[in-house]
């Protein structure tokens, strides 16, 4: 029987950048509205997964050439990273600092150092989710 | 009335309409015969429903509290464009699984492609 995933195929073009600019979106807020690391990072693997659905295994495989679980080896230095960075200022582990910064496109932004621990949270999310979800679909 | 007022009628009024038009779609998947039917109602309807009561609080909070939610705009566009290919992803299945039509269908048109096949 011949497929003919057209109108799937093409909503999911357009759907994909839009779940993904969410979890963005879901990610930066996470400081000040509900959000985070977490469930960005679900939403983004969530975005991951409807390619997955509409294209197969390999086409999905040759957009994102993603090692997975390098992904969550990243992630986790990032953790540990921004945790043994308050070490050097002779500070407790995990201490977190911010500061107010003029950049150029932003303005008057607060960067905060939790916004790297978070980015480790993100990473180890997507590497996790998706490393199930391609070792159950790979399996016959 | 002032306009405050009156923006709150009109949001209100959004609302009622969506939770009008999903307990009609609520009722068309009771009452209609087969998968394809109910599907033409549940997801037409409902897809209608959930836009208004979005449009709705949309509103509320924008002439309200002033406060502009980008995201229920995005949340409109999204249901928008996934609901109606949802329920065509579902009908097609249904169709390729063989679920058969209602009694009362007088033509098949799909029949002969699929056949073709």
């Known amino acids: ?140 | 009335m002032n306009a405050e007022m009156i923006s709150e009628w009109i949001a209100g009024g959004f609302i009622l309409l969506g939770t009008v038009l999903t307990l009609l779609s609520g009722v068309g998947l009771i009452r209609l015969p087969d998968v394809y039917t109910r599907s033409h109602a549940a997801s037409k309807s409902t897809t209608l429903g959930v836009l208004f009561i979005l449009l709705g609080a949309f509103m509320f909070f924008w002439i309200d509290e002033g406060y502009f939610s980008i995201r229920l705009l995005l949340g409109i566009f999204f249901v928008f464009l996934t609901a109606p290919v949802a329920g065509h992803i579902i009908c097609r299945a249904a169709y390729r699984s063989n679920v058969k039509l209602a009694d009362r269908t007088v033509r098949d048109d799909l029949k002969k492609y699929m056949k073709a096949e």
């Open chain 1, 1 to 140: 029987m011949k497929t003919n995933d057209l109108i799937l195929q093409t909503v999911t073009k357009v759907a994909t950048f839009v779940i993904v600019l969410f979890s963005i979106h879901i990610f930066f807020a996470g400081h000040y509205t509900p959000g985070g690391g977490f469930i960005g990072g679900l939403m983004t693997s969530s975005a991951i997964i409807l390619l997955l659905l509409a294209f197969d295994l390999k086409t999905v495989k040759a957009i994102l050439p993603v090692n997975y679980l390098l992904l969550v080896a990243v992630g986790l230095v990032f953790a540990v990273g921004t945790g043994t960075g308050a070490l050097f200022f002779d500070a407790p582990f995990l201490t977190h600092a911010y500061h107010y910064f003029d950049l150029p496109l932003f303005g008057h932004t607060s960067l905060h150092t939790a916004v790297l621990f978070d980015t480790g949270v993100y990473l180890v999310v997507i590497g996790v989710t998706m490393t199930i979800i391609q070792t159950i679909g790979e399996s016959e």
